[in-house]
């Protein structure tokens, strides 16, 4: 079985690949056919094989030897883990699939906004809309928690944003309102303050080490994902572990 939820979340994986690739460029996602994007080449069945493809072909097109980044297979891979965790967490369920829907938002939002310092509209609009109907008809969380978790964890970053004179975009805002919808506000909180904090730390050594400067902007979009993901797999743990620390 958990062989069969890995390869569903590779194959998904590929999918998010495309939707990476094409939803900034406003192509259709659905209605064409994966090309090659150096040679334009249409790609057959044996060229989309998750992972195993890239491998073969050693990252590379097989038609004109354009280099294939690693977004592909690293997104393949990351939608396979997470599904396999998100399994074993909460086996067939509702909220295994909630989850697991909302982890497909969150990959590919960040990929986006690492690639093109954006979150679409397209993405966090869907997101949180969809969030409020899962909580209606689902009872992961209620209606209620769902409203407060859009818009406290998204008015706190909107005041921060207007302190900080737009140091944050306003697509993180839209974001974490997604995010608040399926996870409510206090887990979405912790969330943000983990994503800040792995922000700062990665930000420190990337300065100290020469990387940035001071004034680079770090897209805080994948950092927020990745805050609110540990709390969606590992909230409860999180929460335990901060409280023994001060007893
Ligand atoms: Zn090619």
Known sequence: MLVIIFICGLMIGSFLNVVIYRLPKEESIIFS????TSCQTELG????????????????????????????PLVELLTGILFLILFQQYHFSIEFGVYAFLSLLLIVSSFIDFKHQII???ITYFGFISGII???????ITI???LLGAVI???FLFLISVITKGGLGMGDVKFVAMVGSYLGAGYTLIG???????????GLLLIIS??????????????????????????????????????
Not at 33 to 36: A, G, T
Not at 48 to 67: E, H, N
Not at 212 to 239: Q, V
Request: hydrophobic share 45%; aromatic share 14%.
């Open 210 to 247: 020469g990387i940035k400067s001071r004034k680079s902007r770090i897209p805080f979009g994948p950092l927020l994902a990745l805050g609110n993901l540990l709390m969606l797999l590992k909230g409860a743990a999180i929460i335990d572990f901060y409280f023994k620390l001060w007893n």
């Open 33 to 36: 056919r994966s090309y090659c």
């Open 45 to 72: 069945v044996v060229d989309l094989i998750p992972v195993i493809s890239f491998l073969f072909a050693r990252g590379k097109c097989r038609y004109c030897g354009g280099k294939i980044s690693y977004q592909y």
């Open 153 to 155: 964890p998204a008015g």
């Open 120 to 122: 679409p509209n397209r």
């Open 192 to 202: 943000i303050f983990i994503g800040s904090i792995v922000g700062s730390v990665i």
């Open 144 to 146: 209620i928690s769902a």
């Open 134 to 140: 899962l909580s209606l008809l689902f009872n992961h």
